[in-house]
């Protein structure tokens, strides 16, 4: 183990993401557009294709971390499933009876991932998934992969390790022992499906579309136990390339999909760049 991975063990992860987040929200005038100008020279981030290009223009950092992008700088491929996200493809493939391949040496349970949710855990048997990362330069909010009706949130408190490719080598089990908030569909065409949130050393916080709290925002509050809500009765529907969430600072989306489900595309491998929009994958042929 290295000691970048050793240190975060040591860190006080909670607290430094906590004052994290209290400053992302500051509205410090010219300091918060110095600090942002530093931030898009530092990690190469794209303004031209956000809808405001202007540094100036972002009251907050994380105003400019959330920040929507123009109009058509993402179509969406005409495919059965759709890369959800800016970023890279930590792993992806087969689910081994109930364990997800993290990186050698490394898996965990998709009940585990799903906060010891078992029932739900069991439709993913033996199915697929998705581990999508995202760098500090991306784009950072989350869209749907294909339509879906919310059924389910969960939020599942944890640990805060950073969930670079250096640390999934080296933490155990790394996406199942994060804070994470984990978001059930059903798909008239596709089954289930859920899109699980991870956070990370540094996420102030996560938001859906659809949460009633302010801006949508699930954490803070920070709980010790998982809080659930569900929506059966709320008749939610999300379409294609919707928009479902965003993180503030970034993070990592894990998907499940039901045995069959798709066929991922072929040019999908481990450690590729993609961008949101781009075909995932297609449904697979009986």
Same mark, same amino acid.
């Given at each position: 183990?290295?000691?970048?991975?050793?240190?975060?063990?040591?860190? =006080? *992860? /909670?607290?430094?993401?906590?004052? $994290?987040?209290?400053?992302?929200?500051?509205?410090?005038?010219?300091? @918060?557009? $110095?600090?942002?100008?530093?931030?898009?020279?530092?990690?190469?981030?794209?303004?031209?294709?956000?809808?405001?290009?202007?540094?100036?223009?972002?009251?907050?950092?994380?105003?400019?971390?959330?920040?929507?992008? /123009?109009? &058509?700088?993402?179509?969406?491929?005409?495919?059965?499933?759709?890369?959800?996200? +800016?970023? $890279?493809?930590?792993?992806?493939?087969?689910?081994?009876?109930? /364990?997800?391949?993290?990186?050698?040496?490394?898996?965990?349970?998709?009940?585990?991932?799903?906060?010891?949710? *078992?029932?739900?855990?069991?439709?993913?048997?033996?199915?697929?998934?998705?581990?999508?990362?995202?760098? !500090?330069?991306?784009?950072?909010?989350?869209?749907?992969?294909?339509?879906?009706?919310?059924?389910?949130?969960?939020?599942? =408190? &944890?640990?805060?390790?950073?969930?670079? !490719?250096?640390?999934?080598?080296?933490?155990?089990?790394?996406?199942?022992?994060?804070?994470?908030?984990?978001?059930?569909?059903?798909?008239?065409?596709?089954?289930?499906?859920?899109?699980?949130?991870?956070?990370?050393?540094?996420?102030?916080?996560?938001? @859906?579309?659809?949460?009633?709290? =302010?801006?949508?925002?699930?954490? !803070?509050?920070?709980?010790?136990? =998982?809080?659930?809500?569900?929506? +059966?009765?709320?008749?939610?529907?999300?379409?294609?390339?919707?928009?479902?969430?965003?993180?503030?600072?970034?993070?990592?989306?894990?998907?499940?999909?039901?045995? +069959?489900?798709?066929?991922?595309? $072929? +040019?999908?491998?481990?450690?590729?760049?993609?961008?949101?929009?781009?075909?995932?994958?297609?449904?697979?042929?009986?």
């Amino acid at each position: 183990m290295n000691f970048a991975v050793l240190s975060q063990y040591l860190i =006080p *992860k /909670q607290a430094i993401t906590a004052l $994290a987040g209290k400053l992302a929200h500051l509205e410090g005038g010219r300091l @918060t557009t $110095a600090v942002i100008r530093w931030f898009v020279q530092r990690y190469q981030v794209n303004m031209a294709e956000a809808a405001h290009p202007d540094i100036a223009a972002y009251k907050s950092f994380n105003e400019f971390f959330t920040r929507p992008l /123009q109009p &058509g700088a993402r179509p969406l491929a005409l495919a059965d499933f759709i890369c959800p996200v +800016d970023g $890279a493809i930590s792993q992806l493939g087969d689910i081994k009876t109930d /364990q997800i391949f993290q990186a050698k040496g490394h898996s965990y349970s998709t009940t585990a991932l799903l906060g010891g949710n *078992k029932n739900l855990a069991q439709q993913f048997e033996n199915g697929l998934f998705a581990c999508l990362y995202l760098s !500090p330069k991306d784009y950072h909010r989350i869209h749907m992969p294909c339509e879906g009706q919310l059924k389910s949130m969960t939020y599942v =408190p &944890g640990a805060l390790f950073s969930v670079n !490719p250096s640390t999934a080598q080296g933490v155990p089990g790394l996406f199942a022992r994060n804070e994470r908030v984990v978001c059930e569909f059903a798909s008239a065409q596709h089954g289930r499906f859920v899109m699980v949130l991870v956070g990370a050393t540094v996420v102030g916080s996560m938001a @859906t579309v659809w949460h009633t709290a =302010p801006n949508g925002i699930i954490n !803070p509050p920070r709980s010790r136990k =998982p809080r659930s809500w569900f929506y +059966d009765s709320k008749n939610i529907q999300l379409q294609q390339g919707q928009e479902m969430g965003r993180f503030l600072l970034g993070s990592t989306v894990v998907m499940l999909f039901e045995k +069959d489900a798709l066929e991922f595309n $072929a +040019d999908w491998q481990p450690a590729r760049a993609i961008q949101l929009g781009e075909h995932m994958g297609n449904k697979r042929l009986a």
